[in-house]
T-cell receptor, first 115, second 112 residues
């Protein structure tokens, strides 16, 4: 089945220690997104890639970076995690082909704990 | 920019009853309105969506209605079942926009 895969599902890191979360997709979608979701809140968009073009949200902290080496993979790097970065991180994909607006398909998320 | 409001924030219904969740949006250019269901510990799952060229869409027990004039859209779930219990998010998107604006969510509890 075509899907969005996130690894790991649970990640524990220490305060200030860099961490990388990964996302892969078999949908061959050209747009990939990273969201942060805190408890009892809606997902908050951090940034997205439209093909190779990186689009950062204005309020995304510089502490968050992303890489997309190819169509299938996208990484979220948190350079110096703080306690406030503990959250669920969601990857999503969509296709810009043949539609005016793009359905987004989410992965299962990575729960990040910062100690 | 777009702003999406969602009501109620929590909703409890008896099994077999109907549930209705309402959303309003501010940007008249928005033309795509998805609904997501999120179970505990999982990613949001697209359950139904509607585009601005239609007023209603139905898929088995789930339906969505859209009133573009009033800028609101609603999710209707009939014959609710315990497995419908989850958090539901509405969202709005503008033409060719890659980004959604999500509503704050509704926690639905279906009581057996």
């Amino acid at each position: 089945d075509a899907m969005v895969i996130q690894n790991p599902r649970y990640q524990v890191t220490q305060f200030g220690k860099p961490v990388t979360l990964s996302c892969s997709q078999t949908l061959n979608h050209n747009v990939m997104y990273w969201y942060q979701q805190k408890s009892s809140q809606a997902p908050k968009l951090l940034f997205h890639y439209y093909d190779k073009d990186f689009n950062n949200e204005a309020d995304t902290p510089d502490n968050f970076q992303s890489r997309r080496p190819n169509t299938s993979f996208c990484f979220l790097d948190i350079r110096s995690p703080g306690l406030g970065d503990a959250a669920m991180y969601l990857c999503a994909t969509s296709s810009s082909a043949g539609a005016l607006s793009y359905e987004q398909y989410f992965g299962p998320g990575t729960r990040l704990t910062v100690t | 920019g777009e702003n999406v409001e969602q009501h109620p924030s929590t909703l409890s219904v008896q099994e077999g009853d109907s549930a209705v969740i309402k959303c309003t949006y501010s940007d008249s250019a928005s033309n795509y309105f998805p609904w997501y269901k999120q179970e505990l510990g999982k990613g949001p799952q697209l359950i139904i969506d509607i585009r601005s060229n239609v007023g209603e869409k139905k898929d088995q027990r789930i339906a969505v209605t859209l009133n573009k004039t009033a800028k609101h859209f609603s999710l209707h779930i009939t014959e609710t079942q315990p497995e419908d219990s989850a958090v539901y998010f509405c969202a709005a998107s503008t033409p060719y926009g890659q980004n959604f604006v999500f509503g704050p969510g509704t926690r639905l509890s279906v009581l057996p």
